[in-house]
């Protein structure tokens, strides 16, 4: 039987097609998106999508028309005028997740080619040894852990039992460094194989920025965080809130695309699970839309606090937030820059971020695994 990987495949051809042959305000383009839609949708079934690691060739499938839907739809690009090859320049285009995205990690001296590879040799080898030790030395852990348990977490804080804390913490461990290893991995391989195919090094960034970014819960998703789907999810995020909120304040607006992207961000990772349920979906859905909240009350605060940060460290008034600001607004203007981080904040400031961000992280990935867990067992307790 054929691998139904061929479809994505298919799905990539027809998306280079729609670029490069139909008119930026086509109505065709809307039959591309929908044909993209089933072809992918279809190459989910594949063996091959289902085996790569982290769930990662399923995220990457559903991922795709997402941006297909936006390269054609939403920012309606179009070649070049006068480029001899147009489809050289669409099928860049259709293998650039990060297209857009203003902030990319970037190198602090662009390596050599075989420089390049090496490194990224490194990455497979100890990703791959890594990732395989995980799914291999596995904590043991009984249905009895998960079920009939409170879901009180925060009101049982100080109750909690030493197994119930060991076993947050090793889900919280797992679920993010299980992605983060899958996808740097997935990124080292592709690049390995663009810049053997002659594809310059300056255009294989890293694709995580630095932990020391991660000192707030937008920096951790705006600075650290791989940036693959930020620029669909707040494409579409901001069409739905300028079609829907037109009379909205610019402040209001802000906040209801941060709410509208993590929604966007809960129904693409429904759609990529390979264990879909209504409850699972739930799950998923308060994980991300506790996170866009927390994101929200985090900006409230700083808005409130920052002046007295200024104050501390003998800095003008709005110093570093508004030029963090900017660097975070000009992620989602567009263009292909690749912009250095913000200065960061005294590392007293810092050190209460990151324990704010871990505490967040904790609860909410190990609150989101014991329900998906719950949701698994037919006979879990409301």
């Not at 693959?228 to 802000?254: E, G, Q, Y």
């Not at 961000?265 to 409850?279: E, G, N, P, T, V």
């Amino acid at each position: 039987m054929v691998d139904s990987v061929y479809l994505l495949c298919a799905a990539h051809l027809l998306t280079a097609y729609g670029l490069v042959e139909t008119d930026a305000h086509s109505v065709h383009r809307y039959t591309f998106v929908t044909l993209v839609a089933v072809f992918c949708t279809n190459a989910l079934r594949s063996p091959l999508i289902q085996s790569i690691p982290g769930g990662s060739g399923l995220l990457y499938t559903v991922g795709f028309v997402f941006h297909s839907a936006n390269w054609l739809c939403i920012q309606k690009l179009m070649p070049p005028l006068n480029d001899p090859l147009p489809y050289r320049w669409a099928a860049g285009q259709v293998f650039d997740a990060r297209w857009g995205i203003r902030f990319k990690p970037a190198f602090n001296r662009v390596p050599s080619r075989w420089g390049l590879i090496l490194w990224r040799l490194l990455d497979v080898a100890w990703l791959g040894a890594t990732l395989y030790w995980m799914s291999n030395f596995r904590l043991e852990i009984w249905p009895d852990d998960f079920l009939n348990v409170p879901d009180g977490f925060l009101f049982r804080i100080f109750n909690l039992s030493a197994r119930e804390i060991v076993i947050r913490l090793y889900l919280y461990f797992t679920s993010m460094y299980t992605p983060y290893c899958s996808l740097r991995l997935t990124h080292a391989v592709c690049s390995i194989i663009g810049l053997l195919c002659g594809s310059d090094p300056s255009a294989w960034p890293p694709l995580f920025g630095s932990p020391l970014d991660a000192y707030s819960l937008r920096t951790y998703y705006s600075k650290f965080w791989h940036q693959l789907m930020r620029k669909p999810f707040t494409s579409m995020a901001s069409l739905l809130v300028k079609n829907t909120v037109p009379s909205a304040s610019k402040r209001m607006s802000a906040s209801l695309i941060v709410l509208a992207t993590f929604a966007i961000s809960a129904i693409f990772h429904i759609l990529s699970s390979d264990q879909y349920s209504l409850c699972s979906a739930y799950a998923e859905t308060r994980y991300y839309m506790s996170t866009a909240a927390a994101i929200l009350l985090e900006e409230t605060v700083i808005h409130f606090v920052w002046p007295y940060v200024n104050k501390a460290t003998g800095k003008s008034a709005g110093g570093n937030a508004s030029s963090e600001k900017r660097s975070v607004d000009s992620a989602k203007e567009g263009g292909t820059q690749i912009v250095q981080s913000a200065q960061r904040p005294p590392w007293k400031f810092r050190l209460i971020g990151y324990m704010w961000v871990i505490c967040f992280d904790i609860w909410a990935t190990s609150k989101l695994a014991f329900l998906e867990f719950q949701c698994s067992w037919p006979r879990a307790t409301s």
